[in-house]
Structure formats: structure tokens, C-alpha cells
């Protein structure tokens, strides 16, 4: 299987490292696509040595074959995984505002679409948000999450990531 992973800028971007080490441990082919914002919380080298393949960081980025690979790794995955989606990256989502590698690739694909909430629970409930959300599943997303737990802010609160154990479970249960 091949997996195209967005990862977003969020505290719990740490878990989509986590989640590609499951999946390449599990057999699938991996590319990684990261918004300007998840490389202020986690590196693209991580991602570049878990998956063995350069990170799509750019949306002018090309590949030493001469492709864009936002589109190329399009074509090949089997399904796309966007962790953490943040408020900000589901509102350009829901738009279809295309101005970093994730939102490109999720435009681009044609594919099983996976998105995987995160942020703490006022912005969670709040209207904008929900509308997104709705927009989102509207357009073919699945929406994992987000759960009950332990937020950032310090407290528990329904906002909380989930954790990358479920979302290889329901990548790899339509394999």
C-alpha cells in the first residue's frame, strides 16, 4: 500500500512521525508532505529518514527526476492521511485553498482522503470549525478523532489528536 501523509503544524505532529514509523514497519510505501507551519515542530529530516524518500516541503519543489511531486505522489498513493489537521488547515481544505504541499496534494488526489483533527476544544466547538468539518466530510474526508484527553493547554478536553495505533488500523483495513 502507499500512503501520501500531510503532516500539519501542530503540537501533535510528533504522532505523524510515530504513525509513519508504524506504517513503513507495516509494508506501505510512504511519501510525507509537510505545511510551513509542521517544520516549526517537527523536522523534515525525521520524516525524510523514516519514509527513505525526500519530504515534500515546497510547492514549487522538484524532484531530481524532474517531476512535481505534489502531483506525482498523488498518482501513486492509495490513500492520503493529513495529522494533525489543525482549525487553519481544515479551513484551507474546506476552501480548497492550495498554498503549501498538503493542501496541493489533497486537491490533486483522487483518493481515499483521511483527516485527523487537532486543537483544543473551544476551537473544536466552535462554528467555523464544525462547518469545515462538515465541509470536509461533504467533499469525501474521513474524520478521525478528534478524542477526549490530555490537551496542550493542560487540561482534558475533547480536541485531542487520535492516536496513531487507530489511524494505521483504518489505513490498513481497506487495504
Same mark, same amino acid.
Given at each position: 500500500?502507499? +500512503? #501520501? %501523509? =500531510?503532516?500539519? =503544524?501542530?503540537?501533535?505532529?510528533?504522532?505523524? @512521525?510515530?504513525?509513519?514509523?508504524?506504517?513503513?514497519?507495516?509494508?506501505?510505501?510512504?511519501?510525507?508532505?509537510?505545511?510551513?507551519?509542521?517544520?516549526?515542530?517537527? =523536522?523534515?529530516?525525521?520524516?525524510?529518514?523514516?519514509?527513505?524518500?525526500?519530504?515534500?516541503?515546497?510547492?514549487?519543489?522538484? $524532484?531530481?527526476?524532474?517531476?512535481?511531486?505534489?502531483?506525482?505522489?498523488?498518482? *501513486?498513493?492509495?490513500? %492520503? /492521511?493529513?495529522?494533525?489537521?489543525?482549525?487553519?488547515?481544515?479551513?484551507? %481544505? @474546506?476552501?480548497? /485553498?492550495?498554498?503549501?504541499?498538503?493542501? #496541493?496534494?489533497? +486537491?490533486?488526489?483522487?483518493?481515499?482522503?483521511?483527516?485527523?483533527?487537532?486543537?483544543?476544544?473551544?476551537?473544536?466547538?466552535?462554528?467555523? +470549525?464544525?462547518? *469545515?468539518? $462538515?465541509?470536509?466530510?461533504?467533499?469525501?474526508?474521513?474524520?478521525?478523532?478528534?478524542?477526549?484527553?490530555? %490537551?496542550?493547554?493542560?487540561?482534558?478536553?475533547?480536541?485531542?489528536?487520535?492516536?496513531?495505533?487507530?489511524?494505521?488500523?483504518?489505513?490498513?483495513?481497506?487495504?
Amino acid at each position: 500500500m502507499k +500512503v #501520501l %501523509l =500531510g503532516v500539519g =503544524g501542530g503540537i501533535a505532529a510528533f504522532k505523524a @512521525a510515530a504513525l509513519a514509523s508504524q506504517l513503513v514497519q507495516a509494508g506501505c510505501e510512504l511519501r510525507v508532505a509537510m505545511t510551513r507551519d509542521a517544520h516549526r515542530f517537527i =523536522g523534515a529530516t525525521t520524516f525524510a529518514g523514516l519514509s527513505g524518500s525526500q519530504v515534500i516541503a515546497s510547492s514549487t519543489q522538484i $524532484d531530481a527526476d524532474g517531476s512535481a511531486p505534489h502531483i506525482q505522489a498523488t498518482k *501513486n498513493a492509495d490513500c %492520503l /492521511v493529513i495529522m494533525p489537521a489543525t482549525a487553519s488547515l481544515i479551513a484551507r %481544505l @474546506a476552501a480548497g /485553498v492550495c498554498d503549501d504541499p498538503v493542501t #496541493l496534494c489533497s +486537491v490533486a488526489f483522487r483518493g481515499r482522503r483521511i483527516a485527523c483533527p487537532a486543537m483544543n476544544d473551544a476551537m473544536w466547538e466552535d462554528p467555523s +470549525v464544525q462547518r *469545515n468539518v $462538515d465541509r470536509l466530510r461533504a467533499d469525501g474526508f474521513e474524520i478521525l478523532g478528534p478524542v477526549e484527553g490530555h %490537551l496542550a493547554e493542560g487540561y482534558a478536553a475533547m480536541g485531542r489528536m487520535i492516536e496513531p495505533e487507530a489511524v494505521i488500523a483504518a489505513v490498513l483495513e481497506r487495504r
